[in-house]
């Protein structure tokens, strides 16, 4: 049975509970003071460790970007390098019809020198028959119908035009016509040969086949002149042009050359030798790069909707005062 007598306690009995009481606080605190350390050495270590893993993926992001971007650019490079082959094939099947065509002319020409000597041998002979006695032909009689030397001449010219036929690059060989035995008139003159291109045409011949899209700004009086002069010179030169008209744009000076991004060095020197023509011909012009992505632009292109005028990768804009001043 429990007393219910009040229990009397002396002061030491008190100092005794109140040390116990003391010493148990203090142990508490320090708990409470080891948790609170561990709490934030925890935080700590959390900050930290999310900190590495965002900066991991961020690295791992950035990597897979690049790999992106490397992966566009060889994908247009190897665009780039299967138009050029294309390029190359066709001039390659261009270049062996000139040669099929060049050996049948051949052929022909030296068909033709053996009967030039045939018809000289037999003259000849027939010369060498004649009576030695005949009488002198009186001075009002008709020219003789073979002249021995002229046509040892002429032999000898047509044996050099056959020569420098099968040594020279592949071109169309003209061959002088032969003369009958009994033409008694001189040949005719040879056609004067064609002028030679202008500087302009012949510094861009070396890059035939060279595809080009002509902006022209609709607002520009005298931008279909200018692009059509251009054009034609290209086409000259062998290039590849399509013209268009492009309205809704302004603030354009010059006739600005731009390259496609990520095109092949042979298109960068291309164009670099287009504006350094252009600037030789009397045009203001300049070489820039497209701001945008190359298949989209401002405002409206009236044209051929085949090719694409995205489809070149030179791309040739004519602006406000596309001729130098005098």
Do not use: C
């Not at 261009?94 to 002319?105: D, F, P, S």
């Not at 003209?174 to 040949?187: N, V």
């Amino acid at each position: 049975m429990r007393s219910n007598k009040p229990v009397n306690m002396d002061i030491d009995q008190l100092r005794g509970w109140a040390s116990i009481m003391d010493k148990a606080m203090i142990v508490s605190l320090v708990a409470t003071l080891l948790a609170v350390s561990a709490l934030g050495i925890t935080t700590f270590l959390s900050f930290r460790y999310s900190g590495a893993v965002r900066a991991h993926e961020q690295s791992a992001l950035d990597r897979y970007r690049g790999l992106e971007s490397q992966a566009a650019e060889h994908e247009r490079e190897a665009s780039a390098a299967r138009e050029k082959l294309a390029t190359l094939e066709r001039e390659i099947a261009t270049a062996q019809g000139r040669t099929a065509t060049l050996e049948q002319e051949v052929t022909a020409a030296r068909e033709r020198a053996a009967a030039f000597e045939q018809a000289a041998r037999e003259a000849t002979e027939r010369a060498a028959r004649l009576p030695r006695e005949s009488a002198p032909a009186p001075e009002t009689s008709r020219n003789p119908l073979f002249d021995a030397a002229e046509i040892r001449r002429r032999l000898a010219d047509l044996g050099k035009l056959v020569r420098d036929a099968t040594t020279r690059a592949p071109e169309a060989v003209e061959e002088p016509q032969p003369q009958k035995a009994t033409e008694a008139h001189p040949p005719a003159p040879a056609e004067p040969a064609p002028p030679p291109p202008s500087p302009f045409v012949a510094s861009l011949q070396r890059y035939a086949g060279t595809k080009a899209a002509l902006f022209l700004l609709g607002q520009i009086s005298d931008a279909p002149a200018i692009g059509a002069t251009i054009s034609a010179d290209l086409g000259q030169a062998g290039w590849l042009p399509e013209t268009w008209t492009w309205g809704g744009v302004a603030g354009i000076f010059g006739v600005v050359v731009l390259v496609r991004d990520g095109s092949d060095p042979a298109t960068h020197e291309a164009a670099a030798a287009l504006v350094d023509a252009l600037g030789a011909a009397g045009f203001s012009a300049s070489k820039g790069d497209w701001p945008a992505n190359w298949g989209r632009f401002r405002g409206t292109l009236n044209g051929p909707q085949t090719p694409s005028p995205t489809d070149a990768a030179i791309r040739i804009v004519v602006g406000e005062k596309a001729r130098k001043a005098p």
